[in-house]
Nanobody, 122 residues
Framework: QVQLVESGGGLVQTGGSLRLSCAASGRTFSNYAMGWFRQASGKEREIVAAIWFNSASKYYVESVKGRFTISRDNAKNAVLLQMNSLKPDDTAVYYC???????????????WGQGTPVTVSA
């Protein structure tokens, strides 16, 4: 298992930006694809973005394409999510995880961390 700690969330106005960070423990981080996920109140968790172990391939859910950018630094065991042009519909708790299966039919590898809340005000 890998321990995952998300940070960087907060309250932002529509059109604003946030940069989320995910710090992962463990030696196998660089062998895995990683994903960012979100869960809004009353809704199921969904994948937002994913990145291949060597950053060669990326995936974005349609609703964030052109606004969010996923990146990773394997030397630091970190995955980042740059979120621009935020909308109220982006309000959710955001999580990262290792991917056991590539999206859209994703499957997470590890137990979920605490997540980091993002609130976008209208």
């Amino acid at each position: 298992q890998v321990q995952l700690v998300e940070s960087g969330g907060g309250l932002v106005q529509t059109g604003g930006s946030l940069r989320l960070s995910c710090a992962a423990s463990g030696r196998t981080f660089s062998n895995y694809a990683m994903g960012w996920f979100r869960q809004a109140s009353g809704k199921e968790r969904e994948i937002v973005a994913a990145i291949w172990f060597n950053s060669a391939s990326k995936y974005y859910v349609e609703s964030v394409k052109g606004r969010f950018t996923i990146s990773r630094d394997n030397a630091k065991n970190a995955v980042l999510l740059q979120m621009n042009s935020l909308k109220p519909d982006d309000t959710a708790v955001y999580y990262c995880n290792r991917l056991a299966a590539w999206p859209p039919g994703w499957r997470a590898e590890d137990a979920w961390g605490q997540g980091t809340p993002v609130t976008v005000s209208a």
